[in-house]
């Protein structure tokens, strides 16, 4: 590959991303909104651009083979704040995607944009849109979007439903959790492959208490690594019991599930961190 | 009912749907963007409001029970264009809804939401989103904002995806017809029903060649009367053998499944036509 | 036919039921737990039993063809209750029923069996058990009965699941009413339908609201002709607005799922009310 | 349409063809072993071929839009029979009419496809093979034949899964009967559907007791008239009771499912009987 | 956890747990219908208890925060048998549960609830009930009114069909092995679980020939360690060859779907063997 | 096992299958159309036989306990050349265990049977035949055959739907490969379960790209140990970019999915190579 481009650089995620992505591509052009991230990898240039304004993508991905948008709030927030980064910059980055002919754009949905079914109910990769929150809406959005350009463009798309790639110290992380070897597999796996069309695929290790399944996506070779049950006897031990009635409980999207649409500020973030983009 | 109100009022569908609409409530606000939609009926009145400005809704849905939305751009067009009144309108309508305490949203989605699904596999009520347009791609959005309010917020909606509300002049339109007469029953039934949380339903008459599947949400009682099959050997007569290999035979969405994405300006337009919003 | 029997003949369907049963048999032994149910139609016997004793039912079974299985307490109630004439009662029947070789026992089950799933998700005739009742308890209980007793000895059952066999006077009975009329083709056809091996069907006329799926049984013959939508006006127009978060509106069983366990005396019967087996 | 070809012209169901065919084509060129099938409609021509002669086959398709496949052994025969007319005849039907461009081949299946499926299972057009006899398995070649010709070489096709296209004599067939004029409507729509790709649909009346599920092929508009129900009275007042344990009770193939394999001869025929190909 | 109960702790099965279960609580209460289960581990006691009496039932479980209710006839017994301790003791401990306020029945169910379903067809955790036996009846009546408390009063449970804990001594047992070690996981992951709301689970080790689907449970973490593939060699070495209709070998139940109702006294027990209540 | 005969024995997996064959019976028949296969293992019997001679057929079958039919043109090939040993061949095979009353036949069915599917659909041993050549016909003919010699005279079969096995040199290869070591572990295992009824099987090891799901038979015990994965770097860093738009990278059948019908030669064989049978 000649050129790969990684939105949301400097976010917790996208900082991990870097190196390895470094060594796929002759070329990787790390992007945020920030002014600067810092020591750069070999084969690695910083170009900053805000994803709400289409002129700055559609220069960011001139010449690229793939994108890795990892680029959004990371957070619940009012729809307002939404609208720009998340929404706007997933249409700004598949457009500019299709107008240079890149292959495929690798996206950073997640678990929030089916949130709201119960943990009881396994989902697969064709679970129904459920959004717990705006920021799980614009998820959604991104999925029909990266679907559209499919059928009508055949620009490719893999969808990865990020569950918790963050520390462990939740239950629910215990059935949650990618690790961050286990990210960058995902990643590579969904680059690599030769043929995707329009794909979903959770993002999530081999936990025993994994609660999605990811079987209809097999063919992408992903195949974690990494298990939180290392992790439970200490979790089980500090945990108050849970409350049945409790919708962080009880549904796929834990924490989001629970907090009032845009409300922003959850202590523990379970979800990616990464560009702050300005309106 | 106190009082409804109906966005889009000036459009093809809005127009036909005021007068009825009009004996359901106590007070019937029609609104669209233009000035002046000519002589009211009995309890209806006429307030101008801009889908895309939050406060024009807020101040149209104050005191309402139920607002039956149908304002949009009811065309394919750029993305830059459907941004405004088709999403950003959707949230406005929802997020004043919720304010004001309403208790449902009657939704225009359109088969547009699903459109590129192939129409020898019937689609149900629950058939996964797959635009085929910008235009279905709003819907898309929409749909999954409705399913967020009622999840978080408990604010009901039902999403009409209605296929061909028009002339019958195609071959297509033998499956896909919705005749005025069934499109008031399927309103007044979404609107009458006592509970229906987020439904989906189609809305097509009983045309022998229906391709789609409304089984899913018969609990909501629309039956419709008409079928298209009498203009059936007329229609045939005049038909031109079809390609097999054209997306406007073969995909759900019909002709928009075979358009360039953003191209607007269909000669036969097959859905809803209404509101001309300005951004 | 030579002799077919029926069970909770003085109840309020077993009552309606005598008639044209008598019409289908050489004899028909009518029983239930009173002393007398009056005057008797042609051809027509009644055998006083108590459903909760084998002897009882033995007696009553012997050298019959069917037995149509109509008696049990019509009503929630504790489970003390509940045990002798609804379980241990329909124990009685079916083993009885094999005993004397008889070819098939329709019983009259409920909706109460599958009560507790949301009225928005149409169940078929495969839906799990999930019971909004001690009534619906035993009702589980003489389904997974017939199956046995269809799996190891070959015995055929039908089991109706009756929606709401009463005068319509709730917006829930727009959708489950069961007339008399088709109360009557139900078992008729469950009674000459040439093999049935152990099927379930709804009991449910053929209204606009219908909020299940017969089809699964669509062999047995069953094609009601009454629709409750004749009483819509009426009804709705006096209708209170419903509570998204009642129950009673939002769940198959209606009142029934709202009521809490083993509280019998609900003001509006919606389910049989026939044997008042004493123990 | 210029041509059509109907094969099996002289057998039952192709007789009754022959008139309704020949007013929806410029030219009818009716088909089958036999040396004459005696007078002809306007517009029809007889054209002598056997079907397992692949040049006669050829000839017979030369210039046509569609050929109407009827032509086959109708009864179950050994295997060494079924070969010829039935197997290579059905290759040679689409081979041929690939390499003369025809549009699309209406083909006389059967039940009997899928006749050991349990009658208590409603199956759709999606279920899976599951043939009764050797005749049965000649239909599911066929079935998979026409799938490759449409997947490879965009070739179309239409599986007419004929139930019961006979007097109805039997309780079996109150649920099974095709009258001859849904048959007729039946092979009208599967021609003058504009796209119908490789679709299957069975071919039943709309009868109370029908065992099958047609609704996954509704956008071919077929809408049967006929109810078998009329002929119910009788038909039960002299039927044996049924054994449970009977195969021609309790499989949809009925009395195929309960020969042996190979041996022709049934007495009551319920499938197609036309052409008497010789090998 | 302060105080567990655990029924049938005279049973095979329940020996086998007391010592595990007796590290999870600082109280652990077995209770048998025995006088005395000989020495006790630390932390616990033992109650005798009749299940079949509720005053016993409700005394047990006064201030419990669970129950591992294992207690039960373990065999195949006449109706009359079963009803006591296995029906009526279901609801008395369920009942009792919800009076003292525990959080969650942890349940011995059994294969035996859906024995009759082919082997050849894999079942998941939602395969409706179908038992082989009076005693697989009773486990499909306590799965229900397990469900029943759930939905109407928010107890939860696990119910653990559990396939042939005990030595591998048949070709079956290959499949359906739970080791001793991936029993005491199962209940183990049963009660940690922080919530389970009503849940089915297969109890079966990771054997190479599992007939069974636990993915739908895959949340509850339950991944077990062993394999019965290691007695294989000798097991099938020793095997007289299968007779494929015999419903011993295609049936999940194995033996139970073979024998006739109400026989006990299989030789092999591939079931729970403990409390051996008393009428 | 007493004498258990294979088909295709010089063919390239058939040769493969000759030595550990030989250990699981007293007498292997190794067969093929070939005069001589060469030194032959202990308890090993060469006896030449052309599959589309029934009497050869019969002959080779006499006595025998099972059947492994690998024989066949294992390439794509004109309908003609197909016809002879891969239909009539499979009919002989059946036709010719039944009438010696073999147990079971294990057969070499191909992904080439369900090859048109989308390899971004994920297919279990449930999908419906979509053959991608003549070749895959075939293979859907014997696998409805086997379906119909089981249902009507119980006579038991395995049908192996084998991806490709032969060594990895494509990215197509890095999911569809079967080792050698994996293929003996599955021909094993469909020979020693105790009862089959009549089912279908992926061949493919353990690969993480895996694109079949197998777990619908796992009853049968196998399970794969090896995995191309160890292949991917290299086979990764050869390969050229694919087109989304070539059936050869999108379909289950690769290759065998682009090419045009009756095609033989493909440069890189991906199924079985084996009988060259001579009609």
Redesign the interface.
């Known amino acids: 590959m000649k050129k790969l481009v990684l939105t949301g650089a400097a976010g917790r995620l996208g900082s991990y991303l870097r190196e390895p992505l470094s060594k796929l591509t002759e070329e990787l052009v790390s992007s945020d909104i920030v002014e600067d991230i810092g020591k750069l990898y070999p084969g690695e240039r910083y170009q900053r651009a805000d994803l709400a304004e289409f002129a700055a993508i559609e220069a960011l991905l001139e010449g690229a083979d793939m994108v890795v948008h990892f680029g959004a709030i990371g957070d619940e927030a009012p729809?307002e704040q939404i609208?720009g980064p998340n929404?706007?910059g997933a249409?700004n980055i598949w457009?500019a995607a299709h107008r240079h002919g890149l292959?495929r754009v690798v996206y950073a949905s997640s678990i929030h944009a089916v949130g709201?079914h119960?943990?009881?109910?396994?989902i697969g990769i064709?679970a129904?849109?459920?959004?717990?929150?705006?920021y799980?809406?614009a998820k959604?959005?991104a999925e029909?979007?990266g679907?559209?350009y499919w059928?009508?463009?055949?620009l490719?798309s893999v969808h990865l439903r990020i569950l918790s790639c963050a520390q462990v110290t939740s239950?629910?992380a215990?059935?949650t959790w990618l690790s961050y070897e286990d990210l960058v597999q995902l990643v590579t796996r969904a680059i690599?492959?030769?043929?995707?069309?329009?794909?979903v695929i959770y993002g999530v290790s081999d936990?025993?208490?994994?609660?999605v399944?990811n079987?209809?996506?097999?063919?992408?070779?992903?195949?974690p690594k990494d298990n939180a049950?290392m992790f439970?006897t200490d979790i089980?031990a500090a945990?108050e019991?849970?409350d049945?009635?409790d919708l962080a409980?009880?549904r796929h999207g834990g924490p989001f599930a629970a907090i009032?649409?845009g409300n922003s500020g959850l202590a523990v973030m379970d979800v990616i961190d990464d560009t702050k983009s300005v309106e």
Do not use: W
């Open positions: 729809f609208l929404i706007v249409y457009e292959r709201m119960p943990k009881t109910e396994r064709d129904p849109h459920r959004p717990d929150t705006f799980g809406l959604c959005f029909d979007l679907r559209l059928d009508k463009r055949g490719e239950t629910r215990l059935g690599e492959a030769p043929v995707t069309e329009c794909s936990n025993d208490r994994v609660p399944d079987s209809g996506a097999q063919f992408l070779g992903f195949r049950e439970a089980l945990a019991p849970a049945p009635g409980q009880t009032a649409l």
